[in-house]
């Protein structure tokens, strides 16, 4: 048996102050057969307690004994709280009941006197049966010719709503709520028995946080925030009384909708019950008894909503988590358990979300110059060697109010559009599709061909247009894949730094050719993309990938959160880390749990990301001592606003359609891009190319300000010169 803590005396009343003491088992039956059998005629009751074996709410029990056991040890539903990474910042809850535990030294006095004074006032002297209730109750009941009392005591109300909550069938539901004689009876046997396992204080702890008071508040610590803004704790006289009036009929006495004529009668009516049982006097009723009901209502975040239902600007982030936290098999063998577990099962979530970074992402993309109608530009920032997301910036509001949206960017489509409102996943999450990145993909083969032991000098004559051995559809160069480069100053002999830093297309088409475009794609998969089309499904396939020459020029999808962690994995020497929102996760027992530690194994030898660093440093600058960058890199706006090193990739696709820029430092990862996500053949026009660009310049210098500069670390001689 355990222990039993030392059980608490609600001030004002003494547990043995009655002056005659609780029946017996045999007798509270006895009366209880008595007078219900006058008052009702209930025949069901003289069943023997074999006949109950079948009526338990979950099957399988077959005795009150073995039951009771399981209404003690009943968990409600909890309420999970998310933070932003300094443990303080609320990024949303999740509930499908809002409800959280406080032990009971967390309710004020006066909150449990007037929860025992509306609903159980002989709480402490009975043992979960109250005999005089129950002849007061029938005789009400007879007289009024209806049922205007109850006779169910805090115990029995317990056990009730626990046993609806262990129900696992709707028949389990109305078994344990249907108004019938032989529910009654076995309410009373199992609350004598819980009364037997269970101390008064913890029964009337497990109720104050089980009972219902209306507006989604399920608890006591619900309540006191819902109808008050406070903690238990704080609640005073005329607030407990109100809330402790709720429970009976919580819509009827509502005093939030209503003009609240019912609920101060109500509230009056457990005030002057306080004065009956002596928990208070009748000059400090009087004193409330005049007064208003004075509310200062909360209605708290669900599900990445602000607060009163007001858009959060951690919206996207706090749905990236939940699609996150979907995928974990630690909560749940399908996505809808995982779910289930995370609106009910109380846990306290540490998120990698930065909110000073989460404001400057918001700002700079909100910033930046777009079609306000069209398209979405979002930035990515992540910390390198953990594979923690620190923000998501996206010129959109997590909202599921479209009503006020523009139209739909596609013509065919008769419907409001996605902007400035919307829940989808923009930037990624879960199993959704994502936009074509442009010559950010030449980082795949660069990265198969160093791992293959190209060295980064590795020189190739790049024409302005090259025919391949890539099979093509078109007529062009006689069937064969023969891309061009963006300007014809790009010709020459190149380089994987001058190829990479001005993004030769030619370049790197001989470059796949040579390498094989197999290995190209391998080198993705390793990097963490999915192929998120049946095209490139079809194109990635086994015996497909190794002619998948264009795939160096990025025709496949990917999504920003997926492609920003690819160069994530560059800044860690190597290091690939799944995206991680994740900081702690705290069970309700205080556990934390490992789900929220980082996932991270070596996938590239460190020389071969440090020689990607030093080419990808091209990009942004055009002269460095012992680098042989070429003449110009096609984003040293993005050196020039950060004011440091940069390594990176810049990408836009055919006709202008999306535009990207991926950069890194030791510290810190930024993606950042523009498109249209209703209609992908929108372009984001010439005027936007350098957007992406500038936004992660401008991240850059605003969140590494004041830091110091850590220099990347070089390649080793072999892989820069293939000595």
């Known amino acids: 048996m355990r222990d039993r803590p030392r059980q608490h005396r609600v001030p004002g009343l003494s547990t043995h102050g009655s002056d005659e003491p609780g029946p017996s088992a045999e007798g509270v039956y006895a009366l209880l057969r008595t007078s219900l059998l006058a008052g009702l005629a209930i025949a069901a009751l003289l069943f023997p307690l074999a006949a109950m074996a079948g009526l338990s709410a979950k099957a399988g029990f077959n005795s009150i004994d073995t039951l009771s056991v399981a209404v003690t040890e009943t968990d409600p539903p909890l309420t999970s709280y998310v933070y932003a990474a300094d443990g303080e910042t609320l990024v949303s809850l999740f509930y499908d ?61 317990y056990v009730r709503g626990a046993l609806q909550l262990n129900a696992e069938t709707i028949d389990e539901v109305i078994a344990a709520t249907e108004q019938t004689a032989v529910r009654k009876l076995r309410e009373a046997r199992l609350a004598m028995a819980v009364e037997e396992q269970l101390t008064k204080d913890e029964i009337l702890e497990r109720y104050l946080n089980q009972a219902y008071f209306g507006h989604n508040a399920y608890g006591i610590f619900a309540a006191a925030q819902v109808y008050f803004s406070k903690h238990p704790s704080d609640l005073n006289l005329q607030e407990s009384a109100t809330l402790a009036g709720l429970v009976q009929a919580p819509s009827a006495y509502d005093p939030i909708t209503s003009d609240q004529t019912q609920a101060l009668a ?21 004193q409330v008894r005049g007064l208003p009901i004075e509310l200062d209502v909360s209605d708290p975040p669900n599900s990445c909503i602000g607060i009163e239902g007001t858009p959060s600007e951690f919206g996207f982030f706090c749905d990236y988590f939940r699609r996150w936290w979907r995928e974990q098999d630690a909560f749940g063998a399908t996505p809808a358990e995982r779910e289930r577990e995370l609106r009910q099962g109380g846990y306290t979530i540490i998120t990698t979300l930065d909110p000073e970074l989460q ?8 910033n930046a110059k777009s079609d306000e109608s069209k398209l979405a530009h979002g930035a990515v920032v992540m910390e390198p060697g953990t594979g923690r997301v620190k923000a998501l910036g996206l010129n959109r509001v997590f909202s599921y109010d479209q009503k006020h949206n523009g139209p739909h960017s596609n013509p065919s489509f008769d419907r409001k559009g996605n902007y400035p409102n919307t829940v989808n996943p923009v930037l990624g999450g879960g199993a959704e599709g994502g936009y074509q990145a442009g010559s950010t993909f030449k980082i795949f083969t660069m990265l198969a061909a160093l ?39 790009m010709a020459g002999n190149r380089d994987m730094w001058s190829g990479f830093g001005m993004s030769v297309n030619t370049y790197f088409a001989q470059l796949i050719d040579r390498v094989g475009a197999d290995k190209a794609v391998e080198m993705a998969e390793r990097m963490g993309l999915q192929w998120r089309s049946e095209g490139d499904a079809y194109y990635a396939s086994e015996e497909r990938r190794s002619g998948w020459g264009p795939f160096t020029l990025g025709v496949s999808d990917v999504q920003p959160i997926e492609m920003t962690n690819v160069f994530n994995t560059l800044a ?8 991680l929102p994740a900081l702690r996760i705290i069970d309700p027992e205080g556990h934390d749990l490992d789900a929220a530690s980082p996932r991270c194994h070596q996938e590239l030898d460190a020389d071969v990301a440090r020689a990607a660093t030093d080419a990808g440093r091209c990009v942004t600058e055009t002269e460095r001592k012992g680098a042989q960058c070429g003449p110009w890199g096609t984003s ?85 010169y293939g000595d």
């Open 359 to 366: 404001t400057m992402a918001n700002k700079h993309v909100n």
């Open 266 to 286: 109500r509230r009056n009516w457990v005030l002057d019950r306080m004065v009956d049982i002596d928990y208070l006097s009748h000059g400090d009723a009087s």
């Open 572 to 579: 860690a020497d190597g290091l690939y880390c799944e995206p």
């Open 97 to 157: 009941e809002f409800r959280r535990h406080v032990n009971l030294d967390e309710v004020a006095p006066v909150m449990q006197q007037a929860m025992v004074s509306a609903e159980d006032a002989r709480f402490y002297t009975h043992n979960g049966v109250d005999y005089r209730g129950i002849v007061r109750a029938m005789v009400a009941n007879n007289s009024s010719g209806g049922v205007q009392q109850g006779a169910s005591t805090i115990t029995m109300q």
């Open 451 to 489: 791992d293959a032991g190209y060295p980064l000098d590795y020189n190739i004559h790049s024409p302005n247009r090259v025919a391949t051995s890539f099979v093509s559809a078109t007529t062009a160069c006689g069937g064969r894949w023969c891309p061009k480069n963006g300007s014809a100053a």
């Open 636 to 720: 040293k706006v993005v050196g020039t606003l950060a004011g440091r090193p940069i390594a990176g990739k810049s990408g836009t696709t055919d006709n202008n359609r999306a535009s990207w820029f991926l950069g890194y430092t030791p510290q810190l990862t930024v993606g950042a891009f523009m498109a249209d996500p209703d209609y992908i053949f929108n372009p984001v026009g010439t005027g936007n190319t350098s957007t992406s660009k500038e936004t992660v310049g401008k991240i850059f210098r605003d969140a590494l300000k004041g830091e110091k500069v850590i220099p990347f670390k070089p390649p080793s001689r072999d892989i820069m």
